[in-house]
């Protein structure tokens, strides 16, 4: 007992089982937390290290062996999806200048916080006018073809997790790219001889390969691979993971799999030799935020060649979008989609913060119908001649959850509208859906893309 942590763990009734530290009665888990400043580690922010241990951290983070093999990939290109602070900023270039380029939410909120009444109802005007203007109606598109029964019914092999609002998520995600003619179903099994040989050699080569992008535990190209006879996939990971879908693909005899441990910013997609001059499908499912531009990017980084096929061989892409509040503009695909509407880049960091509202309300009732959440404003406009002005952040906590939730969705629906207009500036034949009810998951954005058949 004396060579034991002194810190005791009621669960287990139990003192812990670790050796102390030297002079210390605790172990390192559980010594107590200096109060010297703590940065995070420039290796791996997920993770913190005391300043003055920095520079000896570095050389023995886990992560630094980690960090020393990735950059020694062929298809590693640090930065190479980043975009820049002032692309395309033109005229408005000096006043977006002095800012991070990570811009956290608390950031975000302090400067929402920090405007004057006038200053925050007017850039609630402008998100209500840019959203009349560009956004429309946007289409409901819940597809669930008969090419994923197999799943839809549980008819998969019980190692495998199954979540329903997963499967069908996955499984309209899929859907629509059948129907905008992204996908089709190759199904390669009735023209293989006795010994599992492709005998449709013809065929073969005409299914384009996949490359999940932010692919995680890898379920929606497990999904893929099950119904519609893709035979190449990549997955796109920066994180480890367990109970990966990669052990059932790589039992596909007629399917082959390279997972890719990289982040999307680094990926040079054009460098990943396998993939050379291959056509090739782009999918993710809720990429989230800035992830979505980054993968664009990393696609389309030559889309003024989109009619070259061996420069740019993407047939066509499926992205679900999510948690638009962690976009950056310095990641954002299209700057100019901002500017041309008189946004700049501090209004654009306001209005990925207002994205966060979206999850307040309700989602099992259709918000499309609820007042307009400015409705507050006018009074408050009024207060402005008298001696007590009400803070910005006391009216937002004024406002209802519904209205605050409408305005989030409204934010959410302006941001991936720009990031359509640039797929379509690309030269692809792009859309934008609801691919999913609300009820089974609020994020249910789903940008859709294919090349364009010409005559």
Known sequence: MEARCKFWLPKKNRFCANSPLNDSPFCGNHTPRSDAPWIPCPLDPSHSVLQENLEGHVKRCPFLKQTRSLSLQPFYQKGI?????????????NSLSGHPDNVTSEMKRNAVHGLSVPEFC???????????????????????????NVWIKGQVDRKLPFQEKHVIQQASI???????????????????????QCVDDENKNNVPAVVEFGAGRGYLTQMLADCYGINRVFLVERKSYKLKADRSLRQKESLLLERLRIDIEDLNLHAV??????????????LCG?????????????????DDVQKCPIQGLAIATCCHHLCQWKHYINKKYFLKLGIKKEEFHAITWFTSWAVDADHGSDLSDVKDPRLHLPTIEQEEDG???TPVKDIIGKMEAVERAVLGFMCKQIIDIGRLMWLKDCGLDAQFVKY??????????LLIAKRETRS
Do not use: Q, Y
């Not at 999806?81 to 270039?93: I, K, Q, R, V, Y």
């Not at 956004?135 to 008969?146: A, E, M, P």
């Not at 030799?273 to 499912?285: C, R, V």
């Not at 009810?437 to 249910?444: A, K, Q, T």
């Open 122 to 148: 007017s850039l609630i005007d402008k998100i209500k006018s840019m959203h009349e203007s560009v956004c429309g109606d946007i289409r409901d598109s819940f597809k669930v073809t008969d090419a994923c």
């Open 81 to 93: 999806n980043a975009g820049n602070e002032d692309d395309d900023a033109g005229p408005l270039s």
């Open 436 to 445: 999913v009810p609300p009820s089974i998951s609020p994020e249910n954005h």
């Open 387 to 389: 001696d007590d002005v």
């Open 273 to 286: 030799e396998s993939l050379w001059g291959s056509p090739f499908l782009a999918i993710g499912k809720h």
């Open 290 to 306: 800035p992830a979505t531009d980054l993968t664009l990017r990393c696609c389309l980084s030559e889309g003024n060649i989109i």
């Open 174 to 196: 899929l859907g629509n790219m059948e129907e905008h003619g992204v996908l089709k179903r190759f199904d390669m099994r009735d023209k293989c001889d006795n010994e599992g």
